[in-house]
């Protein structure tokens, strides 16, 4: 079946402008996560949901970081005022069940704030 | 704190040579380690995983590792390197939520 997919895969946005990123994970899959991978690093972690419900997101760098997921599907992370620190790659992944426990990674957003 | 190293942030090799990449993780992170691999603008693709059971385990492309729960290590190797196999290669921990992951290895093969 289809792998994850996330949208644009490149963003420009202006600092102080809004930005949207969307994940569709892979059908079935009730977890669903987000990380930042800044240049050169590995990836850390931002925030995670379990169908709709958003069990943890202690690594949301500031209160300009929103995420959702409001069908338990499609997720949207939302990150408002832009600055030129979140400029990174962000990558959706998502975790079938029934303990398996690995995890599959879209292609990534790739923002780049000027 | 729960933390994943992995030795070298860049590693070469000839090609047909022995590829082995280092990890070491903390006693803190869950033992299930996984193994994956990023190519230039692409996401990471899972090569290999440890959760329960044999502690050598094989993966794709030729990869395998061995967990070694009194080394707190999980290395990488891949008995004969191709020109295919020049990525980024990240090591990482966790059970039920999120991933921890090394800063990553880059691996270049010479031919």
């Known amino acids: 079946g289809a792998g994850v997919s996330q949208s644009p895969r490149y963003k420009v946005a202006k600092r102080g402008q809004d930005v949207a990123l969307r994940c569709d994970p892979i059908?079935?899959?009730?977890?669903l996560f987000w990380y930042q991978q800044a240049l050169g690093q590995g990836p850390e972690f931002l925030t995670y949901?379990?169908?709709?419900?958003?069990?943890?997101k202690s690594g949301l760098p500031s209160d300009r970081f929103f995420a959702e997921r409001p069908e338990g599907s499609v997720s949207t992370l939302k990150i408002q005022r832009t600055q030129q620190e979140d400029s990174a790659v962000y990558l959706c992944?998502?975790?079938?069940?029934?303990?398996?426990?690995?995890?599959?990674f879209g292609p990534g957003t790739r923002l780049t704030v000027t | 704190a729960q933390s994943v190293t992995q030795l070298g942030s860049h590693v070469s090799v000839s090609e047909g040579a022995l590829v082995l990449l280092r990890c070491n993780y903390s006693?803190?992170?869950?033992?299930?380690l996984f193994w994956y691999v990023q190519y230039p603008n692409q996401g990471l693709q899972l090569l290999l995983k440890?959760?329960?059971?044999?502690?050598l385990v094989k993966g794709i492309n030729g990869f395998e590792a061995e967990f070694k729960k009194s080394e707190t290590s999980f290395h990488l190797t891949k008995p004969s390197a191709h020109m295919s196999d020049a990525a980024e290669y990240f090591c990482?921990?966790?059970?039920?939520?999120?991933?921890?992951f090394g800063k990553g290895t880059k691996l270049s093969v010479k031919p």
């Open positions: 059908s079935g899959h009730v977890s």
């Open positions: 006693s803190s992170v869950p033992p299930y």
């Open positions: 990482a921990g966790g059970s039920q939520g999120n991933l921890i």
């Open positions: 440890y959760t329960t059971g044999a502690t």
């Open positions: 992944a998502s975790k079938g069940t029934g303990g398996r426990y690995e995890q599959y």
């Open positions: 949901f379990q169908n709709e419900a958003q069990l943890d």
